[in-house]
């Protein structure tokens, strides 16, 4: 594959002056503080690093940092990011016949061994096919020939990724750090002994963690589900996902690429832990992450150290599913804090739970950057926290506040969610009614600061079904049901103190056809991309109709997709794939929310969900 497409490397004058024809030109210049260059011709491997949205939300992820540092540590490997242009962009790149390019040698992504695309959400989807296209690559995987880049793809929504599976040659499942170092070994024996497209796919598929789509055959039955999935060539009948068991050894970047311009997350940032101990039920990170797995303090407080001086960032924070579930929290605090407050440097601490906000937390906090603080109690009643197993009493919830206006807190943002299986108008009202109680707890504090009100933000998403968690059998509210609701909560909220904001229930009725579709959705989607959609992720580029249009036109209804309750006995599109958690285990746990029953964290007790297979984390926790 060296001498594929060498004479189509496009001209960087060219580029330039286009930059100078669009917004934000920083988004495609590179060259940033941190940005890794390498001589093309002493590589063996490129490979371009994507994230189907824009500069600013893919410059905010984490692990795209993480797996830039350590494919660009491997001698023979250079990796370049790109990210979907904006329209302004793209309409310049198609009329001067220019192709998507890495940003760091701006060379065409089609030259490169590997193509590989982060899934982070679903309405990405038609971005990915959006920036094939911009790079010259057939959109279908059986379109390509040897000498075209390698389509590979992971992240949270490679754990269902039939609705894209024509379109990608692989799929690494779990966490990339090792699987795709040993999939770069694989690639390099198959270059050197003159590479075949098939063979190298039907060999990588032996790799624990690949799931190569090609290689499986569905069948339907005549009432649309899943009849069976056969693997063929020696493919494997269930593909396990990949874990990193030792959090200390595992790699981490001591500097992340800086750019020119704000992002979304726009700080440094130091991962704690892997995988959470809750089991919320609706909550897919919480189950398709397991098991649990910290690193310790001082690893984080070296890590966040080195991040901060070679990036000069004056802020991180601490990542996490539940930060303040993290073991040694109260070890770290003290260690971040002796040379942070020196450097005047601001420590985050998203991903708080309620019932882990202690006074001596809010005392360390207290010492740091004051703003608004963030929980996430889900529901409004107990009744559906139960079924939900957020496993957090109104008590506490209550207790929590009033700690956080006696530390001098005067902003509370709280997290809803609208649509939950069991969910009643009652439970609706009840947002509002709990909103309410934290503003009386705010003017009921004697300590509250003088002069000052409060203002209690309530934001509610509408839930979306996902693969691997208790209630992927579950039907989703239809659009008409969300905005009733919407609407309910709205009337039942009595004070200008409280702030409402919810998500559209179109785009969420796209999001739960899309996580929980098969492999016939490709034709959909790939429809959907002829006409026109490619930033669905964003309000003024979403078309809920573009999208009816292209599932009529397939003869498909997404309703059989997002509102359709589904038998526990039904195959599933991903039941071929093992995220860790048996199905027998959410089975139960979705009977238990139906009983109003909730099940103890990993800490507590352990409840034999499966991920004790990898012998390591909580699982073997003697605090257990």
């Excluded at 785009?507 to 579709?517: I, M, N």
Aim: with cysteine.
């Amino acid at each position: 594959m060296d001498g594929k497409r060498r004479e189509n490397v496009q001209s960087s004058e060219k580029l330039e002056q286009i930059f100078m024809q669009v917004q934000k030109p920083a988004r495609y210049t590179g060259g940033e503080l941190n940005s890794v260059m390498k001589d093309p011709a002493k590589v063996n491997i490129r490979i371009a690093m994507a994230f189907p949205d824009l500069y600013e939300i893919g410059m905010s992820h984490l692990g795209m940092k993480l797996l830039y540092g350590l494919f660009n540590e491997q001698e023979d490997v250079w990796c370049e990011r790109v990210f979907a242009p904006d329209t302004d962009m793209e309409a310049l790149m198609r009329a001067n016949g220019l192709k998507l390019f890495g940003l760091e040698s701006r060379d065409p992504v089609d030259t490169f061994d590997f193509l590989g695309f982060t899934l982070q959400y679903e309405l990405s989807f038609t971005a990915i096919l959006n920036m094939l296209d911009l790079a010259g690559i057939p959109l279908l995987s059986a379109d390509r020939g040897d000498d075209c880049s390698l389509v590979i793809a992971g992240g949270p929504c490679a754990c269902n990724p039939e609705p894209i599976a024509d379109f990608i040659d692989l799929f690494t499942l779990g966490e990339g750090e090792e699987v795709n170092l040993e999939l770069f070994d694989l690639y390099r024996r198959h270059k050197a002994a003159g590479f075949q497209r098939a063979a190298f796919l039907r060999e990588a598929a032996q790799i624990e963690g690949v799931y190569v789509p090609a290689l499986y055959e569905v069948r339907y039955h005549e009432n649309g589900t899943v009849a069976s999935v056969t693997p063929k060539d020696g493919a494997p009948a269930k593909v396990r996902k990949r874990i990193v068991l030792d959090m200390d050894k595992a790699y981490y970047p001591d500097r992340f690429v800086v750019p020119f311009i704000d992002i979304v997350h726009d700080r440094a940032m130091s991962e704690i832990f892997r995988g959470c101990i809750r089991g919320c039920r609706f909550c897919q990170a919480g189950f398709i992450y397991r098991p649990v797995r910290e690193k310790s303090a001082q690893t984080i407080n070296a890590q966040s150290r080195a991040l901060c001086e070679n990036t000069g960032y004056e802020e991180f924070s601490l990542s996490s599913l539940s930060t303040s579930d993290y073991t040694e929290l109260e070890q770290l605090l003290p260690m971040l804090l002796e040379w942070a407050e020196k450097e005047q440097t601001n420590i985050s601490l998203p991903s708080l739970r309620i019932d882990g906000f202690s006074e001596e937390l809010a005392a360390r906090l207290n010492v740091l950057r004051r703003s608004g603080l963030t929980f996430a109690p889900e529901a409004g009643t107990q009744r559906l926290r139960d079924a939900i197993n957020k496993n957090l009493t109104e008590s506490e919830i209550l207790d929590t506040a009033k700690k956080a206006f006696s530390a001098g807190w005067t902003a509370v943002k709280l997290y809803f969610m609208m649509g939950l299986p069991t969910e009643t108008m009652d439970d609706i009202a009840g947002i509002a009614e709990l909103a309410q109680k934290i503003v009386n707890c705010f003017y009921h504090n004697p300590n509250k600061p003088k002069g000052k009100g409060v203002n209690v933000s309530v934001s509610v998403s509408c839930f979306v079904p996902k693969p691997f968690t208790p209630f992927q059998w579950e039907p989703q509210d239809t659009m008409e049901q969300l905005v009733a609701k919407q609407r309910h909560l709205r009337e039942s909220v009595t004070t200008k103190k409280v702030s409402l904001r919810w998500h559209d229930a179109q785009v969420s009725f796209l999001e739960g056809v899309l996580a929980r579709g098969d492999r016939r959705l490709c034709a959909v989607i790939e429809e959907a991309f002829r006409r026109g959609c490619k930033l669905d992720a964003w309000s003024e580029h979403f078309s809920l109709q573009t999208w009816l249009d292209a599932f009529r036109s397939k003869g498909l209804d997404p309703a059989f997709y997002a509102n359709r309750r589904r038998d526990l006995e039904e195959i599933l599109p991903w039941d071929h794939l093992d995220y860790g958690v048996t199905k027998a285990f959410l089975a139960r746990e979705n009977r238990r929310a139906h009983e109003g029953k909730t099940t103890p964290n990993c800490r507590q007790a352990c409840s034999g969900c499966g991920a004790a297979q990898w012998n390591g984390g909580v699982c073997t926790d003697e605090r257990n």
